[in-house]
């Protein structure tokens, strides 16, 4: 680069946080106006809107008709959490980590479920090799790790008969990717992630084998009744058609119903992921013409298309962290792009959230921005050396 000239253009939207995430293109308040505000979730109109919002769920992203689809407490958190506490247990279980989420699950399991599990690790920009996997155990893992720029290619490596129960947190995948919904058994996620949803709200989908492993056994630990499913060993149906654990906001409701007929708009779950895929490339074919750059995905199979972590690989800089923080920085005060940094458990670098709410000529525009920043931070270290 030959001069350090600031770029012409900024981004339209400058959002590109990995969650909560940009809302859809063209969002404004005034598509919530029909939200049932001040009426009880348990009216005839509040249990609709729930209704709604299941059911548009399970239509775009192909979710078998015997899979039960519900919305719980507490984000995906809460969700997988649930999970946990209330399936594992009843067979040997093994936990797949490559980032700081993954790694929150090993830890409860371990240590406050006490499960003797069997824990299998890979390094931030990789993934655990899925062929090592014994899957008669219960295995839990997330299919994209928004903290390490990193997803599962795919379920091939998932047997149809396995023996245990698949737990998988796809918080960064749904509605971005595809779930093989025959070799998943529990899947979570919340609505800020890919559709831009406003948070606090979960959704927790179980397969028949998990509805069935909760009706024929009970774990060992109480259950806070926040997290049972439950009563009298049977499904509590109605957490699957509306009724709630605990009250959900209303307009949060109706922003996740409008993000789903947003979705519907631009082609369902196809367009979903062809949007996603864009935005990823667009940075892909960046970073190819840059040996400064590149993504924190060792192996570009197994690269995330929504939370794409980049790395600086210049051997100039001497403190990586201070260095990417700066850059970020610099773009974030030029209001070219917000929350850039990586996250705070992750290597140092960037990380761009390129969900299907974000637009392609953003993030086309964001990345002038990134070469300036870098150049510029590059020249200042020297000037200051």
């Given at each position: 680069m030959?001069?350090?000239q600031t770029?012409?253009?900024?981004?339209?939207?400058?959002?590109?946080?990995?969650?909560?995430?940009a809302?859809?293109?063209?969002?404004?308040?005034s598509?919530?106006?029909?939200a049932?505000?001040?009426r009880?979730?348990r009216?005839?109109?509040g249990k609709?809107?729930?209704?709604?919002?299941?059911?548009?769920?399970r239509?775009i992203?192909?979710?078998?008709?015997?899979?039960?689809?519900?919305?719980?407490?507490?984000s995906?958190?809460?969700?997988v959490?649930?999970?946990?506490?209330?399936?594992?247990g009843a067979r040997p279980?093994?936990?797949l980590a490559?980032e700081?989420?993954?790694?929150?699950?090993v830890?409860?399991?371990?240590?406050?479920?006490k499960l003797?599990a069997?824990?299998?690790?890979?390094?931030?920009g990789?993934?655990v090799?899925?062929?090592t996997?014994?899957?008669?155990?219960?295995?839990?893992f997330?299919?994209?790790?928004?903290?390490?720029?990193?997803r599962?290619p795919?379920?091939?490596?998932?047997?149809?008969?396995?023996?245990g129960?698949?737990i998988?947190?796809?918080?960064s995948?749904?509605?971005?990717m595809?779930?093989?919904?025959n070799?998943?058994?529990?899947?979570?996620?919340?609505?800020?992630?890919?559709?831009?949803?406003?948070?606090a709200?979960g959704?927790?989908?179980?397969?028949p084998r998990?509805?069935?492993?909760?009706e024929?056994?009970?774990?060992?630990?109480p259950?806070p009744?926040?997290f049972?499913l439950?009563?009298?060993?049977k499904?509590?149906?109605?957490?699957?058609?509306?009724?709630?654990i605990?009250?959900p906001?209303?307009?949060a409701?109706e922003?996740y119903?409008?993000?789903l007929?947003?979705?519907?708009?631009?082609?369902?779950l196809?367009?979903?992921?062809?949007?996603?895929?864009?935005?990823?490339?667009?940075i892909?074919?960046f970073v190819?013409t840059?040996?400064?750059?590149?993504?924190?995905?060792?192996?570009?199979?197994?690269?995330?298309?929504?939370?794409?972590?980049?790395?600086?690989?210049?051997?100039?800089?001497?403190?990586?962290a201070?260095?990417a923080k700066?850059?970020?920085?610099?773009?974030e005060?030029?209001?070219?792009?917000?929350?850039?940094?990586s996250?705070r458990?992750?290597?140092?670098?960037?990380r761009?959230?390129?969900?299907?709410?974000?637009?392609?000529?953003?993030v086309?525009?964001?990345?002038?921005?990134i070469?300036?920043?870098?150049?510029?931070?590059?020249?200042?270290?020297?000037k200051?050396?």
């Amino acid at each position: 680069m030959s001069d350090l000239q600031t770029p012409a253009t900024r981004p339209a939207n400058p959002r590109f946080s990995s969650g909560p995430c940009a809302k859809i293109p063209a969002f404004d308040l005034s598509l919530l106006a029909d939200a049932p505000l001040g009426r009880s979730h348990r009216a005839a109109i509040g249990k609709a809107k729930l209704k709604e919002a299941i059911d548009l769920t399970r239509e775009i992203l192909g979710v078998p008709a015997d899979y039960r689809i519900g919305i719980v407490p507490a984000s995906d958190t809460g969700a997988v959490e649930m999970a946990m506490w209330s399936l594992l247990g009843a067979r040997p279980v093994e936990m797949l980590a490559w980032e700081s989420f993954g790694e929150g699950w090993v830890t409860d399991v371990v240590k406050q479920l006490k499960l003797d599990a069997v824990v299998k690790k890979a390094p931030y920009g990789e993934i655990v090799d899925f062929r090592t996997v014994d899957f008669d155990r219960d295995v839990v893992f997330t299919w994209n790790g928004t903290t390490s720029g990193v997803r599962v290619p795919s379920g091939d490596a998932i047997p149809l008969d396995r023996k245990g129960l698949t737990i998988c947190d796809a918080t960064s995948a749904a509605f971005a990717m595809d779930l093989p919904w025959n070799k998943l058994d529990v899947v979570t996620f919340s609505w800020q992630k890919v559709l831009g949803g406003e948070g606090a709200h979960g959704m927790l989908i179980l397969s028949p084998r998990a509805v069935e492993r909760l009706e024929s056994y009970t774990p060992a630990w109480p259950l806070p009744k926040i997290f049972r499913l439950t009563a009298k060993g049977k499904l509590i149906e109605g957490i699957f058609e509306g009724e709630t654990i605990n009250t959900p906001s209303m307009l949060a409701v109706e922003d996740y119903l409008v993000a789903l007929k947003w979705a519907k708009s631009v082609g369902g779950l196809k367009g979903l992921i062809d949007r996603a895929n864009r935005n990823a490339a667009t940075i892909d074919e960046f970073v190819a013409t840059r040996p400064w750059i590149a993504n924190l995905a060792a192996d570009p199979e197994t690269a995330s298309t929504t939370s794409v972590c980049l790395k600086f690989t210049d051997a100039r800089i001497t403190d990586g962290a201070a260095f990417a923080k700066a850059v970020a920085k610099r773009i974030e005060k030029a209001g070219a792009g917000f929350d850039l940094g990586s996250y705070r458990d992750a290597p140092p670098g960037l990380r761009i959230w390129c969900g299907s709410t974000v637009e392609q000529a953003d993030v086309a525009a964001l990345l002038p921005w990134i070469d300036w920043a870098f150049h510029t931070e590059i020249a200042e270290t020297a000037k200051a050396a």
